[in-house]
């Protein structure tokens, strides 16, 4: 009786390994697809209604034409400094965005291109600013080649701004639809006014199943 379900077992389990192996000689092994480089001014192969490549660069491209038109930022005398960074923009969209790409491109291509008709504070760097200040004051490290101040630079206009949204889907058909506006503006860090404002805005529409991380 032992031998007989040895036996039995001995063919169970062969037939089951055959079987096995025969379904995974049938799997497919498909390669991944190649990455494919995309122009980030345009829109690419995986797109929904959230803010994308092509819209941080179209509408920070907008902003820095209008700011370097502006004559209380650009024809002053002496450059006034500027903060640009996200420290004061808000999103208070549905859209998932990292606040740094914008405030970060700005300030680049702005930097590019005002040729010294602004100077731009980097106060997201002040703290790797003040270690260095207090090595050089402690005597750890000499002085540099350049000067010493009493403080650090202090600014005239700092960016603020404000991302919204306005959401609508379609029941019937799953179309999503979203308005985004994004507002950016210049203040002026003694009296507290506004001396620039920029407006970017759009809408789109798509069957969207895109997650945006």
């Known amino acids: 009786m032992f031998k007989k379900n040895a036996f039995i077992a001995a063919c169970t389990f062969a037939a089951t390994s055959i079987l096995v192996s025969g379904c995974a000689s049938n799997i497919e092994n498909v390669q991944g697809k190649p990455t494919v480089y995309e122009d980030a001014s345009t829109t690419g192969s995986v797109g929904g209604v959230g803010i994308e490549s092509q819209d941080v660069v179209a509408m920070t491209d907008q902003m820095m034409r209008d700011m370097l038109a502006n004559p209380m930022l650009t024809g002053r005398a002496t450059p006034p400094r500027i903060i640009i960074d996200n420290e004061y923009l808000k999103n208070e969209s549905t859209s998932v965005i990292n606040t740094n790409m914008l405030t970060d491109r700005l300030r680049i291509e702005l930097n590019r291109a005002a040729n010294g008709r ?13 270690k260095e200040r207090d090595l050089k004051r402690d005597g750890a ?3 540099g080649t350049i000067r010493q101040t009493a403080a650090q630079a202090g600014a005239d206009f700092r960016l603020g701004g404000r991302i919204s949204s306005l959401d609508a889907i379609d029941r019937d058909t799953g179309t999503k639809s979203r308005y985004s506006q994004i507002t950016f503006e210049m203040i002026d860090l003694e009296l507290g006014t506004i001396v620039w404002s920029g407006l970017y805005e759009m809408r789109k529409a798509a069957r969207d199943n895109v997650v945006y991380r």
């Open 141 to 143: 490290v000499d002085g």
């Open 118 to 130: 602004m100077v731009f504070v980097g106060r997201h760097f002040s703290d790797m600013v003040q």
